[in-house]
């Protein structure tokens, strides 16, 4: 009797170890945050009425239009005006490249010829995305 006793609290140990491991493992697994090293290509148009520019970059994975249009004033120079709205946690772009917006236009977005509903650090880029600002 006392053998079986000690058996079925040596299995027990044995299950309930084997639950904590299985339930550590999945716990580690689903807290861990992977590094995305993966770029992806995108193309932005600034149309500035009588001109435009037009870049080709390669940004990280995850990339914003905001950060497109970002990455696009270090790369080549020019400056970029904007305000946050945190009750709407969005950027509100003023100026691009001391271009503001006025007499009811203003800088809007488009990406892949469609219009953006959401605010530029809201849109996330995919693979081959075409990003296009005017006046409008």
């Known amino acids: ?5 000690i058996a079925a609290v040596a299995i027990a140990i044995v299950v309930i170890a084997g639950i904590y491991v299985l339930g550590e493992e999945k716990f580690n ?7 995305n090293n993966e770029k992806i290509n995108a193309t ?4 500035f009425g ?3 520019w037009n ?3 390669q940004l990280k994975n995850g990339s914003t239009v905001y950060d497109l249009l970002l990455e696009a ?11 946050y709205y945190p ?3 969005s950027y509100f772009i003023e100026g691009i490249n001391g271009v503001k917006g006025g ?3 203003y800088w809007q977005y488009w990406v892949n010829g469609e219009y953006a509903m959401v605010g530029a650090n809201a849109f996330k880029l995919k693979n081959n995305d075409v990003v296009e600002w005017k006046l409008a």
């Open 87 to 89: 009750q709407f946690d």
């Open 103 to 105: 007499n009811g236009k």
């Open 1 to 5: 009797m006392e053998r079986k006793v």
């Open 50 to 52: 009588n001109y435009t």
């Open 73 to 83: 004033s270090h790369q080549h120079n020019f400056s970029i005006t904007a305000t």
């Open 29 to 35: 697994k689903s807290n861990v945050t992977e590094t």
């Open 44 to 47: 932005l148009i600034i149309d």
């Open 55 to 57: 870049y080709s970059m």
